[in-house]
């Protein structure tokens, strides 16, 4: 509905999926394949040199 009504007014609809969780999120217990682990065993947090964000944990598509 919302897609068919925004083509009435011409407007266009774009969907913006953040592929990430919070450290504490049951899927890096349940699924811990699906991150990235550093050597040490403790789970790799997002980054953008020369940030860190600690309370973001992005999914690994490499595995």
């Known amino acids: ?26 899927y890096i217990k349940e699924h811990p394949e699906w991150f990235a682990w550093r050597p040490d065993g403790t789970i790799a947090y997002a980054e953008n040199p020369p940030k860190k964000y600690q309370d973001i944990v992005p999914l690994n598509f490499e595995t």
């Open 1 to 26: 509905a919302l897609i068919k009504k925004a083509k009435e007014f011409d407007i266009d609809i774009a969907l913006d999926l953040a592929f990430q969780c919070a450290p504490d999120h049951p």
